[in-house]
């Protein structure tokens, strides 16, 4: 669990800050190290199964801090955070604007 809590909050991290393409490389290496020192921290303090109290405080409070809404206590240590959108996006403009198309044709997307 810790380990795919730990790919979440890298994930957010790099979201928090990642504008395009090109500068993957730069935001991968902006948030390494904050990355390196939770997994030694988790290692350090390790928490039975089920009972990682300690580890989904670290995680809720991150996600707090990149402005996301955060839901704890789910199944008793599960932590999600919510990603709201500034804009509506409704399944009509997902078909539109990576060229699907719904029914049965060519370019027919899996959204």
């Given at each position: 669990?810790?380990?795919?809590?730990?790919?979440?909050?890298?994930?957010?991290?790099?979201?928090?800050?990642?504008?395009?393409?090109?500068?993957?490389?730069?935001?991968?290496?902006?948030?390494?190290?904050?990355?390196?020192?939770?997994?030694?921290?988790?290692?350090?303090?390790?928490?039975?199964?089920?009972?990682?109290?300690?580890?989904?405080?670290?995680?809720?409070?991150?996600?707090?801090?990149?402005?996301m809404?955060?839901?704890?206590?789910?199944?008793?240590?599960?932590?999600?955070?919510?990603?709201?959108?500034?804009?509506?996006?409704?399944?009509?403009?997902?078909?539109?604007r990576?060229?699907?198309?719904?029914?049965?044709r060519?370019?027919?997307?899996?959204?």
């Amino acid at each position: 669990m810790k380990k795919s809590l730990l790919s979440v909050v890298l994930g957010f991290a790099a979201l928090g800050t990642f504008n395009a393409q090109a500068n993957l490389d730069q935001h991968v290496k902006n948030v390494e190290q904050q990355v390196i020192e939770w997994r030694r921290d988790f290692h350090q303090n390790p928490e039975l199964g089920n009972r990682e109290t300690r580890t989904a405080g670290i995680v809720a409070k991150h996600l707090k801090s990149l402005g996301m809404q955060v839901q704890t206590d789910i199944a008793y240590t599960g932590v999600v955070g919510i990603l709201k959108r500034r804009k509506a996006w409704s399944y009509g403009n997902a078909t539109r604007r990576y060229g699907c198309t719904t029914g049965n044709r060519k370019n027919r997307c899996a959204i």
